[in-house]
């Protein structure tokens, strides 16, 4: 998997990410929510609503729990603004 940070949009959630988190963490296209930056579900939905209003994008509720890792979240922004061009 590419480095998130390589491109405007892995950028702006490792961004998202790190407000997020609260602490200064390393991240890569693998770092894992949960077992990584310590996620519980309530940080893991505050990151999605936070994607949300930084992408003006809706993320499905049944999409939430396949958002693992840190490439799972750009791919998934990536994947809805993608759906969202005319």
């Known amino acids: 998997m590419t ?3 390589t491109d405007t949009i892995g950028h702006e959630v490792l961004t998202v ?3 997020v988190c609260r602490r200064p963490v390393d ?3 693998q770092s894992a929510l ?5 996620f ?4 893991t939905l505050e990151f999605v609503a936070e994607l949300e209003d930084q992408f ?3 993320v499905p509720i049944e999409q939430v729990p ?3 890792t840190v490439g799972e979240a750009v791919a998934c ?3 809805l603004l993608a759906e969202s061009r005319p």
């Not at 519980?40 to 940080?43: A, C, G, M, P, R």
């Open 27 to 29: 991240l890569g296209a």
């Open 3 to 5: 480095n998130p940070e």
């Open 17 to 19: 990410l790190r407000r």
């Open 34 to 38: 949960a077992a990584d930056l310590g």
């Open 66 to 68: 396949r958002i693992q």
């Open 77 to 79: 922004v990536r994947m």
């Open 40 to 43: 519980d579900s309530l940080q």
């Open 56 to 58: 003006g994008i809706t």
